[in-house]
């Protein structure tokens, strides 16, 4: 009975401290003008979207942005149940998704990624060629050593070994997977029927390695290896990646440029709400395994100055932030997207007023 | 009952020699005046009621996450009931869940590596306490405390690296080689998986293990040395005979302590194991544990019923992990009652 009443103390007590320091930190915040936003999700756009908030820190130093990189279900989570002020994800949301958020939620393209297959075959020079048919029927087991005739067929050169192919694939649920296994579908009726396409799939063979990091290490020290990961990380590491046949027929490599291409071909059949994918992209030089990265944000801002301070960061991003891009490895969204992207921050709103001014 | 194991650990504490069974059955080695209240101190109260309070902190954080946990698995629990725990699918695009991959391969790779950490820990821990001469032992004790300070990221990344291509290169042939008529060592060499996975337990849980250990065996009074060796025993002898048996229950515990080390570690095993929800009965092959599933696919998991199946994964580890030390609380208990073991530390 005692100790109840102690704990019933203790709690008392620690409450009146939580509060205390609650109303502190407020009227700070009041005082100084100052505008904190908070940020989670997708792990993928992590380094470039923490530049931008370095860089806009020194436009605005009113705005404080913090952004968490959770991973892509983490900040979809977050967002529908409003913890943080915007959310991140590679994949746009489902209509499912869509459906728990409690107010009508936007999806603003901020940049472009892409998925490189990359491989470990000693004493081959040349970069290897694929077709959609061989990285299907690799990833689903039937093409199993390294010397099979459609890879042959494709890179007559290069000197293939007889050895087994062994499969790396992500383990922990990912953008990179999903965007992945999107491609893999829609180039595979086979795929599509015995796995499917999202950010964890059973895979039918292969070893899982967790996040990029280990993907790529687990190429690098196994010679006859085949897995993906994302372009920058194929690029930083230095790993070999294949070009792959696109739909046009052409056979491109991962590049900046091939990747901006893919988006700008799909960009006629971009919907109003933004939500688009461009794997297998028709242009000519499109990359097949691109993808936008999105983030996430409620058309109606409750908070009105911190809803200010969002859309503008977010138009800075869009436009005088694209530059930062490249030199991180991620492709700025192609001038043809521009006005979409446009369209839809214009749509952001607080108490029935635009948030920007057109 | 609890009484009585309460005041079984004051025994010998007094330097007097304590014979089996004694304690539990004379009541007049007990000290009343130790537990009962006296005179009221207003101190003591306090110090009583916010101890008490600390207590009462652990359990009832312990039962909360219980409750919380079976409330988040509540859909998959009445969505799969008991085919949940000997399903061999994990499909998250089907939404279909079953845990029996994960269970075999969290239980597997610790048994592996109590396997392998076991007898080399208590040879490390025999040399610290008994042979090594004081400069050694001081140093080598410092390095084995310092093992379990490692953080598991860089036991992965040394996996990873290291190990793996090791085993992959040299080992794992040799193996097949020797061993290849078992079923355990059939199948690709690929470096990676559920020997990689225990190996690197083994290494993690060495130092739990070998230090614990080490300080039960050094608690054993010297007059049982000297009385040894003054009876011809040899050094061998003296530690079998009059330290080990003295010891047993405490290191039992240690061992527990690597076991709950290695049946929730995540990150460094995930990195080695292949996280391939199968069974194979083969050491070569990539298997996957319940700690690493949860890791891997949390954040990422979006769905009612994805999420309930993860929690539910964590509810049989939270089980299994609760059944384990129930088991070894008994096995303690009983090894302290064997013939030549006083059973305290």
Not at chain 2, 308 to 329: Q, Y
């Given at each position: 009975?005692?100790?109840?009443?102690?704990?019933?103390?203790?709690?008392?007590?620690?409450?009146?401290?939580?509060?205390?320091?609650?109303?502190?930190?407020?009227?700070?915040?009041?005082?100084?003008?100052?505008?904190?936003?908070?940020?989670?999700?997708?792990?993928?756009?992590?380094?470039?979207?923490?530049?931008?908030?370095?860089?806009?820190?020194?436009?605005?130093?009113?705005?404080?942005?913090?952004?968490?990189?959770?991973?892509?279900?983490?900040?979809?989570?977050?967002?529908?149940?409003?913890?943080?002020?915007?959310?991140?994800?590679?994949?746009?949301?489902?209509?499912?998704?869509?459906?728990?958020?409690?107010?009508?939620?936007?999806?603003?393209?901020?940049?472009?990624?892409?998925?490189?297959?990359?491989?470990?075959?000693?004493?081959?020079?040349?970069?290897?060629?694929?077709?959609?048919?061989?990285?299907?029927?690799?990833?689903?087991?039937?093409?199993?050593?390294?010397?099979?005739?459609?890879?042959?067929?494709?890179?007559?050169?290069?000197?293939?070994?007889?050895?087994?192919?062994?499969?790396?694939?992500?383990?922990?649920?990912?953008?990179?997977?999903?965007?992945?296994?999107?491609?893999?579908?829609?180039?595979?009726?086979?795929?599509?029927?015995?796995?499917?396409?999202?950010?964890?799939?059973?895979?039918?063979?292969?070893?899982?390695?967790?996040?990029?990091?280990?993907?790529?290490?687990?190429?690098?020290?196994?010679?006859?290896?085949?897995?993906?990961?994302?372009?920058?990380?194929?690029?930083?590491?230095?790993?070999?990646?294949?070009?792959?046949?696109?739909?046009?027929?052409?056979?491109?490599?991962?590049?900046?440029?091939?990747?901006?291409?893919?988006?700008?071909?799909?960009?006629?059949?971009?919907?109003?709400?933004?939500?688009?994918?461009?794997?297998?992209?028709?242009?000519?030089?499109?990359?097949?395994?691109?993808?936008?990265?999105?983030?996430?944000?409620?058309?109606?801002?409750?908070?009105?100055?911190?809803?200010?301070?969002?859309?503008?960061?977010?138009?800075?991003?869009?436009?005088?932030?694209?530059?930062?891009?490249?030199?991180?490895?991620?492709?700025?969204?192609?001038?043809?997207?521009?006005?979409?992207?446009?369209?839809?921050?214009?749509?952001?709103?607080?108490?029935?007023?635009?948030?920007?001014?057109? | 009952?609890?009484?009585?194991?309460?005041?079984?650990?004051?025994?010998?504490?007094?330097?007097?020699?304590?014979?089996?069974?004694?304690?539990?059955?004379?009541?007049?080695?007990?000290?009343?005046?130790?537990?009962?209240?006296?005179?009221?101190?207003?101190?003591?109260?306090?110090?009583?009621?916010?101890?008490?309070?600390?207590?009462?902190?652990?359990?009832?954080?312990?039962?909360?996450?219980?409750?919380?946990?079976?409330?988040?698995?509540?859909?998959?629990?009445?969505?799969?009931?008991?085919?949940?725990?000997?399903?061999?699918?994990?499909?998250?695009?089907?939404?279909?869940?079953?845990?029996?991959?994960?269970?075999?391969?969290?239980?597997?790779?610790?048994?592996?590596?109590?396997?392998?950490?076991?007898?080399?820990?208590?040879?490390?821990?025999?040399?610290?306490?008994?042979?090594?001469?004081?400069?050694?032992?001081?140093?080598?004790?410092?390095?084995?405390?310092?093992?379990?300070?490692?953080?598991?990221?860089?036991?992965?990344?040394?996996?990873?690296?290291?190990?793996?291509?090791?085993?992959?290169?040299?080992?794992?042939?040799?193996?097949?080689?020797?061993?290849?008529?078992?079923?355990?060592?059939?199948?690709?060499?690929?470096?990676?998986?559920?020997?990689?996975?225990?190996?690197?337990?083994?290494?993690?849980?060495?130092?739990?293990?070998?230090?614990?250990?080490?300080?039960?065996?050094?608690?054993?009074?010297?007059?049982?040395?000297?009385?040894?060796?003054?009876?011809?025993?040899?050094?061998?002898?003296?530690?079998?005979?009059?330290?080990?048996?003295?010891?047993?229950?405490?290191?039992?515990?240690?061992?527990?302590?690597?076991?709950?080390?290695?049946?929730?570690?995540?990150?460094?095993?995930?990195?080695?194991?292949?996280?391939?929800?199968?069974?194979?009965?083969?050491?070569?092959?990539?298997?996957?544990?319940?700690?690493?599933?949860?890791?891997?696919?949390?954040?990422?998991?979006?769905?009612?019923?994805?999420?309930?199946?993860?929690?539910?994964?964590?509810?049989?580890?939270?089980?299994?992990?609760?059944?384990?030390?129930?088991?070894?609380?008994?096995l303690v208990w009983r090894v302290g009652r064997l013939p030549g073991g006083a059973g305290r530390l």
């Amino acid at each position: 009975m005692r100790s109840i009443v102690m704990l019933a103390a203790a709690v008392a007590l620690a409450a009146g401290c939580k509060d205390k320091a609650e109303s502190v930190s407020g009227r700070g915040a009041e005082s100084t003008g100052e505008v904190e936003i908070q940020g989670a999700g997708a792990t993928f756009p992590y380094p470039l979207y923490s530049k931008w908030i370095a860089e806009y820190q020194k436009l605005d130093p009113q705005v404080r942005i913090n952004y968490q990189s959770i991973g892509s279900g983490g900040g979809i989570r977050q967002i529908i149940e409003r913890t943080v002020d915007f959310g991140a994800s590679d994949a746009p949301m489902t209509e499912a998704e869509l459906g728990k958020a409690p107010a009508k939620l936007l999806h603003i393209p901020m940049t472009l990624g892409a998925v490189a297959i990359t491989y470990n075959l000693p004493g081959v020079t040349d970069r290897l060629q694929l077709s959609p048919e061989i990285v299907a029927g690799i990833f689903l087991g039937e093409l199993k050593t390294w010397n099979a005739p459609p890879i042959v067929a494709m890179n007559p050169q290069a000197k293939l070994p007889a050895s087994a192919i062994t499969v790396v694939h992500r383990s922990d649920g990912s953008g990179t997977t999903a965007v992945f296994t999107e491609y893999l579908s829609r180039v595979s009726a086979a795929w599509k029927g015995k796995v499917g396409a999202g950010k964890s799939v059973k895979f039918p063979l292969g070893l899982g390695a967790k996040g990029n990091e280990g993907v790529a290490g687990q190429v690098k020290t196994t010679p006859g290896t085949i897995g993906y990961v994302e372009l920058a990380y194929a690029k930083q590491t230095g790993l070999a990646y294949a070009a792959l046949r696109n739909r046009a027929g052409a056979v491109v490599a991962p590049t900046l440029e091939n990747v901006a291409a893919a988006a700008a071909s799909e960009v006629a059949s971009m919907p109003a709400d933004l939500r688009l994918s461009i794997v297998d992209a028709p242009g000519k030089s499109a990359y097949p395994i691109s993808a936008f990265t999105y983030i996430l944000i409620y058309e109606d801002q409750m908070d009105t100055r911190k809803g200010k301070a969002i859309a503008r960061f977010l138009w800075w991003a869009t436009h005088d932030g694209q530059r930062l891009g490249p030199s991180l490895d991620y492709a700025p969204l192609p001038a043809q997207v521009l006005p979409k992207v446009e369209a839809g921050l214009r749509r952001l709103q607080s108490k029935a007023k635009p948030l920007l001014s057109s | 009952m609890a009484r009585g194991a309460e005041h079984r650990a004051w025994d010998g504490l007094d330097g007097r020699p304590s014979r089996r069974g004694e304690s539990a059955a004379t009541p007049a080695r007990r000290r009343p005046w130790l537990s009962r209240d006296g005179e009221v101190n207003l101190g003591d109260l306090v110090f009583r009621q916010v101890t008490a309070l600390f207590a009462a902190g652990t359990v009832l954080t312990l039962a909360a996450m219980a409750i919380q946990m079976t409330r988040a698995s509540a859909l998959s629990l009445e969505r799969f009931g008991l085919r949940f725990l000997v399903g061999r699918d994990w499909d998250p695009v089907r939404e279909l869940f079953g845990a029996l991959p994960f269970i075999y391969g969290t239980l597997v790779s610790s048994l592996l590596a109590l396997l392998i950490a076991v007898p080399v820990s208590l040879g490390v821990a025999i040399y610290l306490a008994e042979l090594a001469p004081l400069w050694i032992r001081r140093s080598l004790g410092f390095v084995i405390e310092l093992l379990a300070a490692i953080p598991s990221v860089v036991y992965g990344l040394w996996g990873i690296f290291v190990l793996a291509p090791w085993l992959r290169g040299t080992v794992e042939p040799a193996l097949q080689r020797a061993l290849g008529f078992l079923p355990l060592f059939r199948g690709t060499p690929r470096g990676v998986g559920m020997l990689a996975g225990g190996v690197i337990l083994a290494i993690m849980i060495l130092p739990t293990i070998a230090s614990v250990s080490r300080d039960v065996m050094r608690a054993v009074p010297n007059s049982l040395r000297e009385g040894a060796l003054a009876l011809g025993a040899t050094r061998w002898e003296t530690v079998r005979a009059a330290v080990l048996p003295q010891a047993r229950s405490g290191i039992v515990g240690a061992i527990i302590l690597g076991l709950g080390r290695a049946l929730g570690e995540t990150m460094a095993v995930t990195m080695v194991i292949g996280n391939r929800a199968e069974i194979s009965a083969s050491l070569f092959a990539p298997s996957y544990t319940m700690a690493s599933v949860i890791a891997n696919e949390y954040t990422e998991a979006s769905g009612d019923l994805y999420l309930a199946a993860l929690s539910e994964l964590g509810l049989i580890l939270f089980g299994v992990t609760l059944a384990l030390n129930l088991i070894a609380r008994l096995l303690v208990w009983r090894v302290g009652r064997l013939p030549g073991g006083a059973g305290r530390l």
